[in-house]
């Protein structure tokens, strides 16, 4: 048995059955009054993993479940450095390795150490259902998303639309779409398995809400060197970018450039070769708004 209490007035149970040659996961719920035959009837299969995550079929409720010897920290909300990186104040989940969420959907971040090496860092629950629960259940509280720029991408099919939400620390969260909604959101530098067309979303966040750099996702949802350059700034006429060998120059036309671009500073300037303002694009690591996704439970 993993897990065994009651939350926001419902019982759950959280097992594993296994045998020699596999393991499956239990859980149920059911208010606490309910017997506990339905409460080990009812149980229905789930993934197993190092980190369970559990949410009830009747209340809010997401439940998280780290290995006994391990911690789990919480944070909501996020401040970016001029570099673009992302910083979180982290709080201790006060039952250690175990934590639960009483609300439809965990707006937070979980990091989970265990002897001091973090094993696992991402959002909670990743909600795709509108870009405004994307930038919210990456544990990032923001202002109404708005719409920046809408054209296309040459080379790549349909109409793109880029959108920022402001966040407390002034810093902008950043999705670039071909659809109103996320079939697929691109975190890494390899193909989503099994995906192809629309639908497809990546995401970045940047210091200066006037000039900001993104990668420009794949249909099958990878990220590269391709990426758009958006500018607000009155009288930009260039972006520079670090390339293979030195810098590189893209026009911009209505404040935007698409271009190839190696991880590093990236500047708008005026026709003068004054710099009007610059941003970061970070390195070639799995993310989501800027911040890197952790998963290592083998080494």
Request: charged share 15%.
């Amino acid at each position: 048995m993993l897990f065994l209490g009651d939350v926001s007035g419902r019982r759950f149970l959280v097992y594993v059955r296994y045998d020699e040659r596999s393991a499956t996961l239990y859980h149920s719920d059911i208010p606490i009054q309910g017997a506990v035959e339905d409460l080990v009837g009812g149980a229905v299969a789930g993934p197993l993993g190092p980190l369970v995550t559990v949410t009830s079929t009747a209340v809010p409720v997401t439940i998280g479940l780290a290995p006994a010897a391990c911690a789990i920290e919480r944070s909501i909300g996020a401040s970016a450095s001029p570099e673009n990186t992302v910083e979180h104040k982290w709080a201790g989940a006060p039952d250690g390795s175990w934590t639960a969420w009483a609300a439809p959907d965990p707006q937070e971040r979980w990091r989970v150490g265990c002897d001091g090496k973090i094993r696992s860092e991402a959002p909670a629950v990743l909600d795709t259902s509108s870009y405004e629960h994307l930038i919210s259940s990456a544990g990032i509280q923001h202002e109404p998303l708005r719409q920046r720029w809408s054209g296309p991408i040459e080379g790549s099919p349909g109409t793109w639309t880029l959108s920022t939400a402001r966040l407390p620390s002034g810093a902008v969260a950043v999705v670039l779409a071909d659809a109103p909604a996320a079939a697929t959101v691109a975190t890494t530098f390899t193909a989503a398995p099994g995906r192809g067309g629309s639908g497809v979303v990546s995401t970045s966040i940047s210091a200066d809400p006037d000039v900001i750099v993104i990668r420009v996702p794949s249909p099958s949802g990878q990220l590269g060197d391709r990426v758009l350059i958006f500018t607000a700034k009155p009288g930009a006429t260039q972006a520079y970018v670090r390339a293979e060998i030195g810098g590189l120059g893209a026009a911009l036309t209505g404040g935007v450039a698409v271009t190839n671009a190696r991880p590093g500073p990236v500047a708008v300037r005026d026709a003068t070769g004054a710099e009007l303002g610059s941003t970061w694009l970070l390195e070639e690591v799995s993310q989501l708004f800027g911040e890197r996704l952790v998963s290592d439970w083998e080494s």
